[in-house]
């Protein structure tokens, strides 16, 4: 079979986005805790026993996972799945470690190392959920009725295309060769201006729609890679206890 | 014997090799061809440098019905069958062509795709000739043209009317009687075939390219459908005997088969169930021009796809503004997997929600192939690509009718693999690497410098790649591969 027809990847979201990671996510978010206070007797409660080590371990595993999508965005080389799905192993592992973590720590926080770390790995998914939200309802309020999309790039080339005609126009008007030369070139300078005019309006329009897009993440990424660094130092520092 | 697509040149340095055929010079080689009968040397010689040769066993397939070729054969041994896939038979042989014959012409004649199936039937020899080089030979050897032209008409006509549905089941007596009443007619683009109002007395078959059906309303003009190859026109006023009731005008460059009227109402006397077909296609079509006077948004859609040359495409790329998030991923996506040279610009004509960006549709008939150093080809399943033959002289952007051939300026490396390239500079700036010495000599390449590193491109849909980039890389599925018939669901 010719390699293109093997490729199913058409731009539709494949059934481990829609069914696999969420059921996945839920299941080990809710289904951990609940085996966890029904099930697990009370001796091998709590973050030093073995199994509160092993299920910190997990969560571990989990945000490194989570946090290894914004290494896999930055190489399009890569070829293990697709981007997608990278997406939403990232949401549901993360949000299915915050369920992990509260039965490794046995519901108890106190004061310290952990707690921070735990307390800002919830304000980064927390974060993260006000950027799917974002990304969930603003596009489509910001899609527009024109008959052409241009970006704010392409936007910007043009306004500098006109910016140039204008020049030129205006060494016309320096040195016209009669009364009527002048006034065609003056007339085209100000259509000219009221175009960029628009075109400026329309840039504008666009960045300040588009901002909220990337907007949050300026919060997202340092208070994950701050929570990250807490966690690995709180994991370290069993060894220092142990 | 395996000639593992060795040129004319190159076989004949090996036979010089034994001292008693040092005669057989590239040239003379070639003249022992009967195909070749007459031709002047110089253009022998340009054969002998670019044409191959090729091995196959018995029942291998050289191509196939449907796929997009553009290379010419000549047979020096064996055999092969001709063969075409019709709704009674998968594999329906027209004919058997022994050594000295050829085939493969009408893909770089006409654009087209195969219009039969090629298999050999005994191990067979074959000297391939790329597309460049059949023209050259075409247009400037008269010999070699009336060799082409003796057959193109009979080959062209047998094999098409066979494809056409309302042919399919005629009988080969019917199909050879009907061969000698049909005309072949060839169009430019925006020529107007037949034109609202005028009378009509004959019906036409479309060969190749795409033709627009259209009416005047209210003083506008309304898109009714495309037609591409396999499809006709003209029925209405033939068989009601009344005026033309739509203006057809072609789209890219058509070739078509003519029927006259006479001829076509004897036929359909001969043959009721073709009346049948026929009337039920009028009936069809009458309802669907009643419904897209009331569908404002497939009125659009038909003048989008016409307009940008998407009703060509049966791939496309549309983005779903409503998902897409701006992010830019997909370009860099295209930059990183093609030597940092992005074919993709993520804006374009809009439809409902769908953007169609700047990326190449694969025509049927694309202008761009007209490049005269073989710089563009086509993949046998239509996709269009460039070839180490390109020299970066732009013609092509001129040329591409939708703005789908681009200028690209190169996206920056990777500041770790920078880092890298510096470590292993130092590293290694005392060992030399052997290059391994290529079988077949490149051809020659005077590659045209751009200002900043620019370089033309186009997307070739990832060619050769297990999924295209930029969908494979769009972290909310908003980039999308959709049939344009699809668009319409897609826009609401």
């Not at chain 2, 503004?321 to 701006?326: G, S």
């Amino acid at each position: 079979m010719p390699l293109r027809d093997l490729r199913i990847y058409q731009g539709e979201p494949s059934r481990k986005e829609i069914i696999g990671w969420p059921a996945t996510g839920i299941a080990l978010a809710l289904g951990i805790p609940v085996v966890y206070l029904i099930l697990i007797p009370e001796s091998l409660k709590g973050g030093d026993t073995w199994l509160g080590i092993l299920l910190g371990s997990y969560a571990l595993f989990f945000m490194v996972v989570a946090f290894l999508y914004s290494w896999r965005r930055a190489r399009p080389r890569f070829k293990l799945d697709k981007l997608s799905n990278w997406l939403y192993a990232h949401i549901w592992l993360g949000i299915s470690a915050i369920g992990i973590v509260l039965v490794h720590s046995d519901f108890q926080f106190e004061f310290g190392l952990a707690t921070w770390a735990f307390i800002t790995f919830v304000l980064s998914a927390l974060s993260g959920a006000v950027g799917m939200f974002i990304f969930k309802y603003l596009p489509p309020s910001i899609s527009g009725e024109s008959e052409t999309y241009l970006t704010p790039e392409e936007v910007m080339k043009e306004m500098d295309e006109v910016v140039k005609g204008i020049e030129k126009l205006l060494k016309t008007l320096k040195a016209p060769e009669d009364e009527d030369e002048a006034k065609k070139a003056a007339q085209e300078i100000a259509e000219r201006e009221r175009k960029l005019e628009a075109l400026k309006v329309h840039l504008e329009s666009e960045w300040r729609q588009q901002a909220p897009l990337e907007a949050w993440l300026y919060f997202h990424i340092p208070v994950s890679v701050l929570a990250f660094v807490l966690c690995v130092a709180h994991a370290a520092s069993i060894f220092y206890y142990h | 014997m395996e000639f593992d697509h060795k040129t004319i040149t190159e076989f004949a340095e090996e036979l010089k090799q034994v001292p008693f055929f040092e005669e057989y010079t590239p040239v003379n080689l070639l003249k022992k061809i009967p195909f070749f009968d007459g031709v002047e040397e110089k253009l022998l010689k340009e054969t002998s440098e670019m044409a191959t040769l090729l091995s196959f066993k018995p029942g291998e397939v050289v191509f196939k019905q449907g796929d997009y070729g553009d290379t010419f054969y000549i047979m020096l041994g064996g055999s092969v069958e001709v063969s075409v896939k019709t709704r009674q038979n998968p594999r329906l042989v027209l004919a058997t062509l022994p050594a000295g014959a050829f085939f493969g012409e009408l893909g770089p004649l006409t654009d087209d795709f195969r219009s039969a199936t090629i298999t050999t039937a005994e191990n067979t020899t074959l000297l391939e000739l790329p597309r460049n080089l059949f023209l050259t030979l075409f247009k400037k050897s008269p010999q070699i043209k009336e060799r082409i032209d003796a057959v193109y008409r009979e080959r062209t006509l047998s094999t098409h009317l066979r494809r056409v549905g309302i042919f399919s089941e005629l009988p080969d007596d019917v199909i050879e009687v009907l061969m000698d009443k049909v005309k072949l007619v060839n169009f430019n683009k925006d020529d107007e075939i037949i034109k609202e109002g005028d009378d009509g007395s004959s019906l036409f078959i479309v060969r190749s390219g795409f033709v627009k059906i259209s009416v005047m309303k209210d003083g506008e003009d309304t898109t009714l459908a495309y037609l591409k190859d396999g499809n006709y026109f003209g029925e209405m006023a033939v068989i009601k005997g009344e005026k033309r009731t739509a203006t057809v005008t072609a789209m890219t460059r058509v070739s078509a088969v003519a029927l006259m009227g006479e001829d076509f109402k004897e036929l359909l006397e001969q043959f009721p169930g073709i009346r049948e077909k026929i009337e039920a296609t009028i009936k069809a079509r009458e309802k669907e021009a009643k419904e897209l006077a009331d569908d404002q948004n497939k009125k659009k859609l038909l003048k989008i796809t016409g307009e940008h040359g998407l009703v060509q495409s049966d791939n496309m790329l549309a983005m779903d503004m409503t998902l897409c998030i701006r992010c830019n991923l997909c370009i860099r996506a295209c930059a990183y997997t093609h030597d940092r040279y992005p074919r993709l610009e993520r804006w374009g004509i809009k439809f409902g929600r769908a953007v169609i960006p700047t990326s190449c549709t694969h025509c049927n008939t694309p202008d761009c192939l007209l490049c005269v150093h073989g710089g563009i080809s086509r993949d046998p399943k239509g996709e269009v690509y460039f070839t180490d033959f390109c020299i970066n002289c732009g013609a092509c952007v001129k040329r591409c009718p939708y703005g789908n051939i681009l200028y690209s300026a190169p996206y920056p490396e990777y500041t770790t693999t920078k880092i890298i390239e510096k470590v292993k500079k130092i590293l290694l700036k005392d060992i030399k690497i052997k290059e391994d010495k290529k079988k077949r000599a490149k051809p020659p390449k005077k590659f045209h410098k751009r200002e900043g590193d620019v370089r033309v491109v186009k997307c070739d849909m990832c060619l050769g790649r297990a999924f295209i980039a930029c969908i494979y890389h769009c972290p909310t599925n908003a980039m999308k591969l959709v049939d344009p018939e699809d668009l319409l669901e897609l826009a609401r």
